[in-house]
């Protein structure tokens, strides 16, 4: 008999789900205090939750008999998936669940933003008959703009054609072939935001999407336009849109997300009535709560049986022993991933990874979804793992191929890993684990390094000249930025050369210009892992 602890509130047709299976207890106790629930989730197999619980490092630790933790839900911050994933602990989520209530209440928006709905509502029920002060405009014929098409971004889309909107979008990671069959143009940001009368942004909040939609964007945009997120706070930069709302630049904004939430009770946008605000409700319908319930409780009874492991936001569950053995190179793999989709230029079209050496003898296949897992990650909105990696490369018209040789050259065992863009360029990176767990990226390109992958790095393509280090250093000084490496490579003296360096903090946009400035300095890529 299996036991699963439920600690927060979910739609009661996830709960019957659970009661109906015969070898199925379930357990429902709401607002459990912290020293509660660690005291008795050592007798559970499974723990769902939504957002209210905090699964913490010690609560984990104590769940001796815990095999899955579910999420009724997208967002896994209130889990220590870290620590999960070292007890051997799955942890799933609801990707799917909200996908059509969200885009739904991003039409509301667009809607209720058109024609003044609840300016217009709070009017007449002040007893107020204010009908020019609230004259609208129509949606056909309109331009809409939508910045990230994922799963919300392509409903979104296919609800406003149906307005006759005329739709186009901005996703650097979509290919054009699958933007085709849905009948939607893709456009470069500058041209989305310079010709879009509505613009509705559904990306993940990276450091590439901070602050996307800023002062300079809004400048570029057209008399009256109107913006709308659904997505995450800090897309837009909330102090940005406000001015451009007061200059009268844009007609009306709707937020359902915040930089801060709740949003301060000082928060500037609380007095202007060409907004309309709403607490973070994308997920909030009856519809999105049942589906999220039901999903995760049937995920939770094939994990339990042993079968499918579904929307696993961790590693999948690998006998200890191979796991042991294997995680070094998984570990390797998906830093390989992160680290070249962050340098490379275009859209990504074929993904080729070489074996060589003694690694043959694993099971690769877990290797080659680790570097798809790195190399997704910090592009797609929607959380990637091993179950949904292949799904979205074939969305995305991405080729995956590995090839495998046991020959042994300079390393024991060695991985390369080459991307192709739709421009037909190359960008390749190798590695390998020295000993147990010493990591080692050992080619960038076609330069031969010996560089132990850091949080951040700065690579910087440059000619071989005297002087250069000592330059990138000034600059880094003055913005108090501290070097913890650098190491330079070359093929030929006062030829083409790769310098990298690790460093303590962040190196953000200015900065980054700043040193593309710098003689001798062709190029500039900032690497966070």
């Not at 015969?22 to 709401?30: A, F, M, T």
């Not at 002087?467 to 930025?481: A, C, F, H, Q, R």
Request: aromatic share 4%.
């Amino acid at each position: 008999m299996y036991k699963v602890l439920v600690t927060d509130p979910i739609a009661e047709q996830g709960i019957e789900i659970l009661k109906k299976q015969r070898d199925i207890q379930v357990d429902v106790k709401l607002k459990i205090k912290p020293e509660e629930l660690k005291s008795i989730i050592g007798n559970y197999d499974a723990l769902i939750v939504r957002s209210e619980t905090k699964v913490t490092a010690d609560i984990i630790e104590a769940g001796n008999n815990l095999k899955v933790i579910g999420r009724a839900g997208v967002g896994v911050d209130n889990i220590d998936v870290i620590s999960a994933s070292k007890k051997g602990i799955i942890v799933m989520n609801t990707p799917e669940g909200n996908t059509i209530s969200t885009a739904e209440h991003t039409m509301s928006m667009i809607m209720a933003l058109s024609r003044n709905i609840p300016q217009a509502d709070l009017s007449v029920k002040s007893k107020k008959w204010e009908r020019k002060k609230y004259m609208g405009v129509e949606l056909y014929g309109k331009i809409l703009g939508i910045i990230g098409l994922g799963r919300v971004g392509k409903e979104v889309a296919i609800r406003a054609k149906s307005f006759g909107m005329e739709i186009i979008a901005y996703d650097p990671y979509l290919s054009a072939d699958m933007a085709r069959k849905l009948e939607i143009r893709l456009v470069s940001l500058d041209e989305l935001i310079s010709k879009a009368d509505y613009i509705t942004v559904h990306t993940p909040l990276t450091k590439e999407t901070k602050y996307l939609i800023g002062e300079k964007e809004i400048a570029k945009m057209k008399d009256g336009v109107r913006l709308i997120n659904c997505a995450r706070g800090g897309i837009i930069d909330e102090r940005a849109l406000l001015n451009g709302l007061k200059s009268g630049k844009v007609a009306g904004a709707a937020l359902d997300v915040y930089e801060t939430e709740p949003p301060p009770p000082d928060f500037p946008l609380f007095n202007l009535e060409n907004v309309i605000l709403t607490p973070h409700l994308g997920a909030s319908t009856e519809e999105a709560q049942i589906s999220v319930a039901v999903s995760i409780a049937n995920q939770i009874i094939e994990v339990l049986r042993g079968g499918v492991v579904r929307n696993a936001v961790n590693a999948p569950a690998i006998p200890a022993d191979i796991l042991n053995q294997m995680k070094p190179y998984i570990d390797l793999s998906e830093i390989l991933g992160k680290i070249l989709v962050q340098i490379i230029e275009g859209f990504i079209r074929n993904i080729k990874i070489e074996y060589m050496g003694q690694i043959i003898n694993y099971n690769t296949s877990f290797l080659t979804l680790s570097v798809v897992k790195g190399i997704l990650t910090p592009i797609i909105k929607e959380p990637v793992n091993f179950v949904n990696a292949p799904l979205i490369l074939k969305e995305r018209n991405i080729l995956v191929s590995e090839s495998k040789s046991s020959e042994i050259t300079h390393y024991t065992n060695f991985i390369k890993l080459e991307i192709i863009t739709d421009k037909g360029k190359k960008f390749s990176i190798a590695g390998t684990v020295f000993g147990k767990e010493n990591t080692r990226i050992v080619e960038i390109g076609h330069y031969d390094i010996d560089l132990e992958p850091a949080g951040n790095m700065l690579i910087i393509y440059n000619l071989d000249k005297p002087g250069l280090v000592g330059n990138i250093g000034t600059i880094l000084g003055k913005e108090k930025i501290n070097i913890a490496s650098l190491q330079m490579a070359r093929k030929v003296s006062g030829g083409d050369a790769i310098t990298i360096l690790t460093v303590d903090s962040m190196v953000d946009e200015e900065i980054l210009k700043k040193l593309a400035k710098v003689e001798n300095i062709k190029e500039v890529k900032f690497v966070k892992l």
